[in-house]
């Protein structure tokens, strides 16, 4: 049983030896954006179309050389930056964390009077209503509303709140 994949090729094929109108071409593809396994003997397919077969197992940086390997990791890069949406709001972004899995990126609004934490998901960045509990507070506390110092949030700056997390 074969493994089902995606990836997107970021270079032309590469012929190493024999030829494709001799039946015995053997040569590799630059792929990104690979999800899911190869596996040793499936067929490669293009709209259901044999295109080739895998005959071992993908590695990544398997350039012959070391200038053609960071060729294609460039190639790579360039083409999931084309799957990055603009985080909505103005100025610069404030900061970006990695949690979980999960990317959260901070904007301040379009107003520039807060700052606002979104979600990176497949549908583009979506704003985050929720908010967390802080056990302890940094600065002054009043029972409708923390006041807390922007050094307690590297980066933050401005001194603004952070929608949704203070409130």
């Not at 294609?72 to 709001?89: F, L, M, N, S």
């Not at 959260?104 to 960045?125: I, L």
């Amino acid at each position: 049983m074969f493994n089902s994949y995606l990836a997107e090729l970021v270079a032309d094929a590469v012929l190493e030896s024999g030829t494709y109108a001799g039946g015995d071409a053997v040569g590799y593809y630059a792929v990104a954006l690979v999800s899911g396994t190869f596996a040793v003997g499936e067929n490669i397919q293009v709209s259901s179309v044999t295109k080739s077969v895998v005959k071992t197992l993908a590695n990544q940086a398997g350039a012959s050389t070391d200038a053609l390997d960071d060729t294609y990791e460039q190639a790579a890069e360039e083409r999931a930056r084309g799957d990055i949406t603009v985080v909505p709001g103005a100025g610069n972004m404030r900061g970006v964390w990695v949690y979980n899995g999960n990317i959260y990126a901070f904007r301040d609004n379009a107003g520039s009077t807060a700052c606002v934490m979104h979600k990176a998901s497949t549908s583009g960045q979506n704003e985050i209503s929720s908010y967390l509990t802080l056990s302890t507070f940094i600065g002054k506390r009043s029972p409708s509303r923390p006041v807390v110092s922007p050094a307690a949030f590297p980066g933050m700056g401005n001194n603004r709140a952070v929608s949704g997390l203070l409130s």
